[in-house]
Nanobody
Framework: QVQLVEYGGRAVQTGGSLRLSCSAS????????LGWYRQAPGKQRELVAM???????TYGDSVKGRFTVSRDDSRDMVYLQMNSLKPEDTAVYYC?????????WGQGTPVTVSR
């Protein structure tokens, strides 16, 4: 059974950096896509960044140029490097995986960016 566990969420000041990690276990096959979504209070969940097994990347417009997604398939890990953080980046960040057209989600890790 696929399980996703996020690490690294915490409070940080505006302009700071943070790296989130996610362990993706329970699959005998490489995940088709690994990435991150986020949900701020009172808002819908939105795409942050995604990386396919083939290496293509997709980013949400609000994080382009500041966030970088990477994955290590040898360790079944996906990472999100977040730089130049802004208060509007405050949200619960969810790890996401896609495997054979099925979607999997982590429990989420909170990130708070203070002014």
């Amino acid at each position: 059974q696929v399980q996703l566990v996020e690490y690294g969420g915490r409070a940080v000041q505006t302009g700071g950096s943070l790296r989130l990690s996610c362990s993706a276990s329970g699959s005998n096959f490489a995940f088709d896509a690994l990435g991150w979504y986020r949900q701020a209070p009172g808002k819908q969940r939105e795409l942050v960044a995604m990386r396919s097994y083939g290496g293509s990347e997709t980013y949400g417009d609000s994080v382009k140029g500041r966030f970088t997604v990477s994955r290590d398939d040898s360790r079944d890990m996906v990472y999100l490097q977040m730089n130049s953080l802004k208060p509007e980046d405050t949200a619960v960040y969810y790890c996401y995986a896609q495997l054979r057209k099925l979607d999997y989600w982590g429990q989420g890790t909170p990130v708070t960016v203070s002014r």
